[in-house]
């Protein structure tokens, strides 16, 4: 089975720290997602990447920036962490046309 | 309006019940996800459906891709089913990114 790994399950961060989420897959997956998932808004989409170095926006990219110099590890990146960013971030994978595989989560709260 | 609607936003049941989750949707798609999340966050992908009908177990998915509509079936529901229920399409655009529904909040009384 494809696993998605991600490095915290909890994490408090305080405000303008600078914040590392890491996900890693052990598939060779091609693509890596970046989610956020908060009541009321459902899932949105804040960033992925087809291949290595390559990224693209989601949908709410502002605030964020990503990382991916290997194919396996994607990374998220909160430059200047701040209150309204607190939420359950969500990293998953795929192979085209084969599925998607999600990572437990990490509850990111910043205080 | 959102591009996935989901129905109903809510569901209880008692146990052994036959449920039926909708998914309707405003593009054209590759493929379409039903996803589920237990609290406490995790996600599970039940099924992907590009087309017909796919069962697991007590689960059953099927798809309508002329009337852009899906449906999820739990037959003999339990307890243990009860969890939010995702519905996800890709688009046809040719990329791999999904887009949700708000999902379906499901509680099976035992």
């Known amino acids: 089975d494809v696993k998605v790994t991600q490095s915290s399950r909890y994490l408090v961060k305080r405000t303008g720290e600078k914040v590392f989420l890491e996900c890693v897959q052990d598939?060779?997956?091609?693509?890596m997602f970046w989610y956020r998932q908060d009541p009321g808004l459902g899932l949105r989409l804040i960033y992925f990447s087809y291949d290595v170095k390559m990224k693209e926006k989601g949908d709410i990219p502002e605030g964020y920036s990503v990382s991916r110099e290997k194919k396996e590890r994607f990374s998220l990146i909160l430059e200047s962490a701040s209150t309204n960013q607190t939420s359950m971030y969500l990293c998953?994978?795929?192979?085209?046309?084969?599925?998607?595989?999600f990572g437990s989560g990490t509850r990111l709260t910043v205080v | 309006k959102n591009e996935v609607e989901q129905s109903p936003q809510n569901l209880t049941a008692q146990e052994g019940e036959f449920i039926t989750i909708n998914c309707s949707y405003s593009v054209g798609i590759s493929a379409l996800h039903w996803l589920q999340q237990h609290p406490g966050g995790g996600i599970v992908s039940l099924f992907m459906?590009?087309?017909g009908k796919k069962k697991h177990g007590r689960l059953i998915a099927t798809i309508n891709i002329q009337e852009k509509h899906s449906s999820l079936h739990i037959t003999a529901s339990h307890p243990r089913d009860s969890a939010v229920y995702i519905c996800a399409v890709v688009s046809n655009f040719g990329n791999e990114k999904l887009t949700f529904g708000t999902g379906t909040r499901l509680t099976i009384i035992p």
């Open positions: 598939m060779d997956h091609e693509n």
């Open positions: 998953a994978s795929s192979m085209n046309n084969y599925g998607y595989t």
């Open positions: 459906l590009s087309s």
